[in-house]
């Protein structure tokens, strides 16, 4: 053959033969442990998709999540009855992603972004679940605050545009009621809610009761159940703070709301004993303490837009110094901790004030609201101190001029700190109440 023959032919079908598909290769599964799949192949890497062929015909999807003696470790995100030894596995040469555009408001998604309503909406915007953090050198400043309509919040803890922090509380306090409150009443433009591990029964129950119609049209609500692999679980974390960043950088100003980080940190725990993880801190394995700040530090503010983050900690034992909690904490730019014994008064919220904190407070308002603030506080505290030789009588009235005025405001500073579920305050009205209570209990 003529060398320009031969170039032709190589121009031909060489270019032809380098744009078909490669023919995947598979492997087999050896061993079953718990849910952790040991396979023999195929030729993954950590973070690619498997599909196994169960013995009913159908195709659990699965991510490859570590190595053991030279066989693939694999994790479902879905049911695998019907797994047997020597099930085909099948490489499918991607790795999770998921779909959004503005459409995909008012929907509720499951962890990995699939739509879980009846609408059968398909979105356009095809975007990583995992992505790098803002340069820390051209992330906005955090200066403006951010309403939430809680009067205790927004008066005492006032957050800024950008903000991360912390709510953190036992079971049962009201985590998921106050989530609900800010969702339907922060100036945000959108709300993304992660709902990870809760019970099935309540999810509806916060869609329908908690955030409400008018909380739905501007929130995207992610949804994995504690019954759900562990890997699912994981997962929302990941999708949610991924369509948050997605509109953030559409210039968007963005709430992210998690409930609950502690659940996340279990379901990483989970994953990681499976594969060989050796326990750590009560059984937490280093990955949830590598990757706890990972995800949380792509929460804030980029160049485009804003992404407040709120995330709850379900504290154990209502130990707020807890593994999970005091990671956290260290983390995030602030902390609300919502109070056993105040939700056994009745007081909703439950917001324990003296033991919260916004670290940005004072970026985001102006010195008067700073100082009110304050203000309030200090009687708080002066009438817990005294609160004991109050109630037996043993207080006399004049003894100590500022316990006289913590007697006499308490009842009205409670009045504004306690809120009805459904009641709404603007920032501006809220702040006028606090400066007149603050200005009556000057001493």
Partial sequence: MKPSNFSRFKSNYYGKLDKLPLIGLSGKVSRIVGM?????????????????????????????????????????????????????????????????????????????GRPMDSSGAIFKDEIPIYSPPPNPLIRKKIEQPLSVGVRAIDGLLTLGKGQRIAIMAGSGVGKSTLLGMIARNTEADINVIGLIGERGREVRE??????????????????????????????????????????????????????????????????????GEPPATRGYTPSVFGNL????????????????????????????????????????????????????AGHYPAIELLGSVSRLMSSVVDSAHLKAGRVVKEIISTYREAKDLIEVGAYKSGMNKKIDVAISEINSINSFLKQEVDEREDFKTIKEKLLQISKRCSV
């Avoid at 562990?230 to 991924?242: F, G, M």
């Avoid at 992404?307 to 379900?314: G, Q, W």
Wanted: hydrophobic letters at 40%; one cysteine or more; charged letters at 25%.
């Fill in 36 to 112: 952790t799949i040991e396979a023999i192949g195929p030729d993954a890497s950590i973070g690619d998709l498997c599909g196994i062929k169960l013995k009913d015909g159908n195709t659990a999807l699965c991510e490859m999540v570590g190595f053991s003696d030279n066989k693939t470790l694999l994790m479902p995100f879905d049911e695998i009855n019907g797994l047997y030894v020597g099930a085909p596995v099948k490489k499918l040469d991607k790795k999770v992603s998921l779909k959004a555009d503005q459409s995909i408001l008012g929907h509720v998604l499951d962890g990995i």
């Fill in 206 to 275: 916060f869609i329908e009761r908690d955030l409400g119609e008018e909380g739905l049209k501007k929130s995207v609500v992610l949804v994995s159940t504690s019954d759900q692999p562990a890997l699912v679980r994981v997962k929302a974390l990941y999708t949610a703070t991924a369509i948050s960043e997605y509109f953030r950088d559409k210039g968007y100003n963005v709430l992210l709301m998690v409930d609950s980080l502690t659940r996340w940190a279990m379901a990483q725990r989970e994953i990681g004993l499976s594969i």
């Fill in 293 to 344: 700040p990972k995800v949380l530090e792509r929460a804030g503010n980029s160049d485009k837009g804003t992404m407040t983050a709120i995330y709850t900690v379900l504290v154990e034992a209502d130990d707020m110094n807890d593994p999970i909690g005091d990671t956290v904490r260290g983390i995030v730019d602030g902390h609300i901790v919502l109070s056993r014994k105040m939700a056994d």
